[in-house]
């Protein structure tokens, strides 16, 4: 698999580090419940999906992948900054 890094351009998925869910949001209050979820539980998702993956063997940006969680298959990537919500 192999993954554009925005900045270094493709490269082998063995660079990079998974590092979770890119669609979680921090909650804006103080409800124990809504943080619970926050910390504790994510989602298994099927099919596509944004993820945060980290280049830490090259040029240690964080990127946004869309991946289908099924084949593979990577539709796009970008910097965090520029992902739009769903
Ligand atoms: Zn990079």
Redesign the pocket.
Known sequence: MRIR????GP?DHSEFSYEGDATIKRPQNEDAKAWHDYVYLRANPRGRHKELWS?VA????W?VVERNTLTHEIYESYLPGDMKDD
């Open positions: 890094c925005p900045y270094c490269r280049h090259g040029c240690r940006a990127v």
